[in-house]
């Protein structure tokens, strides 16, 4: 994978940071010294680009004593609107798709203060289902958080053989789509827990957007992803469930 090009900043530092060839810019925020230890994590935004949501995200991992970073898929642009959104997410190209995540791991990896820490991966929406391609790639990625957004049943990923744990947090809308991805992961040996709630609405997670944002179901789902991820740095991973 190729390397970060340029000088790094000074650590610990929230930062604008450049990778890859192409320059694709992404958000990174690391953790105060001291703040603990646990899995470096790449979190993958939503079909609307790397918005605030996004962004938040990556801050409050770091305040929870994650390094983490988000890659801007769309290079700078942001949809307005679904259609935008949707055009956006149709274009990108599935080749550098692929090498951008893949060197999204590589970047976090490679981050100071312990090379050996496990490297989990976060999805918003759109981003879930490529956080499970992107566990499916890369060896080195042992933890995956799916929000409301999970591989669709055609997708051929070659799931047998991933060490990553799978922890998905469903709205209504997203039960039947979670469901089957939970059991096609299981069925290949991957561990899955999935989480339903039956309230929320699509996007339930994004606090940016208050007419689909449900607080409870955001704070609940928050808390056992930060539990999950504890739990990733050195322990087995519990048994998969589907539960509300």
Not at 60 to 67: K, Q, S, T, Y
Not at 148 to 155: I, N
Not at 172 to 184: H, K, S, T, V
Not at 209 to 229: E, N
Request: hydrophobic share 40%.
């Amino acid at each position: 994978m190729s390397a970060p090009r340029g000088p790094m900043p000074e650590w610990p530092v929230p930062s604008e940071i450049l990778i890859r060839r192409g320059w694709a810019p992404g958000h990174l925020t690391m953790p105060v010294a001291g703040a603990g230890t646990g899995p470096r994590v790449v979190v993958l935004h939503d079909w609307w680009g790397l918005d605030a949501q996004a962004r938040s995200v990556v801050d409050r991992l770091a305040a929870e004593g994650h390094p983490a970073f988000a890659p801007d898929l769309y290079q700078g642009r942001l949809a307005d609107d679904a259609d935008d959104a949707a055009r956006l997410a149709r274009h990108l190209a599935s080749g550098d798709l692929t090498s951008e995540l893949l060197d999204a791991v590589e970047l976090v990896r490679a981050l100071p203060g312990g090379s050996s820490d496990p490297v989990a991966v976060i999805g918003l929406g759109f981003g879930g289902a490529l956080a499970v391609y992107l566990a499916s790639r890369h060896p080195d990625v042992r933890a995956v958080v799916c929000y409301d957004g999970f591989p669709p049943p055609e997708a051929t990923f070659e799931w047998a053989g991933v060490p990553a744990a799978v922890l998905g947090h469903a709205c209504q809308r997203e039960f039947r789509r979670a469901g089957q991805a939970q059991a096609d992961l299981r069925r290949s040996g991957v561990d899955a827990s999935f989480f339903m709630y039956p309230s929320a609405p699509h996007g339930f997670f994004d606090s940016t957007r208050p007419d689909g944002h449900d607080r409870a179901a955001a704070a609940l789902s928050w808390q056992r992803t930060v539990s999950f991820l504890r739990e990733r740095s050195d322990t087995p991973s519990a048994p998969g469930r589907f539960t509300a």
